[in-house]
Antibody
Framework: DVKLLESGGGLVQPGGSLRLSCEASGFVFSAYAMTWVRQAPGKGLQWVSGISASGNTIDYADSVKGRFTISRDKSTNTMFLHMNNLRAEDTAVYYC???????????????WGQGTLVTVSS | EIVLTQSPATLSLSPGERATLSCRASQSINNYLAWYQQKPGQAPRLLIYDASNRATGIPARFSGSGSGTDFTLTISSLEPEDFAVYYCQQRGTFGPGTKVDI
């Protein structure tokens, strides 16, 4: 079974940093693109960032570009999201998801983690 | 940047009825559209990928169609567990969602 387990969320002050992790199992991690999607309280889904299977293609939403960094480690089957200069509007549940293809072009996000809550507040 | 528009915002139906949800893209997206279902407190679940392919384990009452800029998710006969919010998605863009309620 595919499993995705996020960790690293919590309460952080504006301007602070957090690192989210997504530990993957049950599939060949190096063969699929991965992505982060967030959902603010009571709001819809917002894509945050994606990374291709090889790690060579990385994309960010404009709202996080320059502040967030996505990466992946094939030795530990883990994807990361380094978040710097956090703002109140970054408060959300952050989901990691597996893409059904080696890039984000197609295939949909076919498996999701349970999400980790990031709260940015003083 | 592609914009996805979903209609209607809310669809009020009864179990057994047919649901038709629309997603329109601001430019052609080569059929690379996905549909998700989300229930309160749960992660989204992939229903349809590449416009018309049902994801693993998705019941046959869910079907997707369309191409270019206009796409449709159809639920042929609503079951009680189908009342939820549905999102369409293409690469880094999600639509605003359609809530299907009783």
């Amino acid at each position: 079974d595919v499993k995705l387990l996020e960790s690293g969320g919590g309460l952080v002050q504006p301007g602070g940093s957090l690192r989210l992790s997504c530990e993957a199992s049950g599939f060949v991690f190096s063969a699929y693109a991965m992505t982060w999607v967030r959902q603010a309280p009571g709001k819809g889904l917002q894509w945050v960032s994606g990374i291709s299977a090889s790690g060579n293609t990385i994309d960010y939403a404009d709202s996080v570009k320059g502040r967030f960094t996505i990466s992946r480690d094939k030795s530990t089957n883990t994807m990361f999201l380094h978040m710097n200069n956090l703002r109140a509007e970054d408060t959300a549940v952050y989901y990691c998801a597996k893409v059904g293809w080696n890039t984000m072009i197609r295939g949909g996000f076919d498996h999701w983690g349970q999400g980790t809550l990031v709260t940015v507040s003083s | 940047e592609i914009v996805l528009t979903q209609s209607p915002a809310t669809l009020s139906l009864s179990p057994g009825e047919r649901a038709t949800l629309s997603c329109r893209a601001s430019q052609s997206i080569n059929n690379y559209l996905a549909w998700y279902q989300q229930k309160p407190g749960q992660a989204p679940r992939l229903l349809i990928y590449d416009a018309s392919n049902r994801a693993t384990g998705i019941p046959a009452r869910f079907s997707g169609s369309g191409s270019g800029t206009d796409f449709t998710l159809t639920i042929s006969s609503l079951e009680p567990e189908d009342f939820a919010v549905y999102y369409c998605q293409q690469r880094g863009t999600f639509g605003p969602g359609t809530k299907v309620d009783i």
